[in-house]
């Protein structure tokens, strides 16, 4: 069974820093491509960056330049290193990662950034 697990996640002033990390365990053959979301509350759940195996990066427009998405393969961790923290940054963030057609989500870590 896979299971990946969030954490790093906290209460952070605005400006601040975070670093999170995703460990992924069990039984799997190979990972195509790891992501991160987050949901605010009360909104839907938004996709913030996407690493690929070759290492190939992408963000969502509203964290470029902030947040910085990377990946060690032994073990299979995906990490998310979040700068200038906003307060619309807080969140649950949830690490999500594609093994051939099949999708595998963490439960989350909450961010909370305060102004």
């Known amino acids: 069974q896979v299971q990946l697990v969030e954490s790093g996640g906290g209460l952070v002033q605005a400006g601040g820093s975070l670093r999170l990390s995703c460990v992924v365990s069990g039984s799997i053959r190979s990972i195509s491509l790891m992501r991160w979301y987050r949901q605010a509350p009360g909104k839907q759940r938004e996709w913030v960056a996407a690493?690929?195996?070759?290492?190939?990066?992408d963000y969502g427009d509203s964290v470029k330049g902030r947040f910085t998405i990377s990946r060690d393969n032994a073990p299979n961790t995906v990490y998310l290193q979040m700068s200038s923290l906003k307060p619309e940054d807080t969140g649950v963030y949830y690490c999500?990662?594609?093994?051939?057609?099949?999708?595998?989500w963490g439960k989350g870590t909450l961010v909370t950034v305060s102004s």
């Open positions: 999500n990662i594609r093994s051939g057609n099949m999708d595998y």
């Open positions: 690493i690929t195996t070759s290492g190939i990066r």
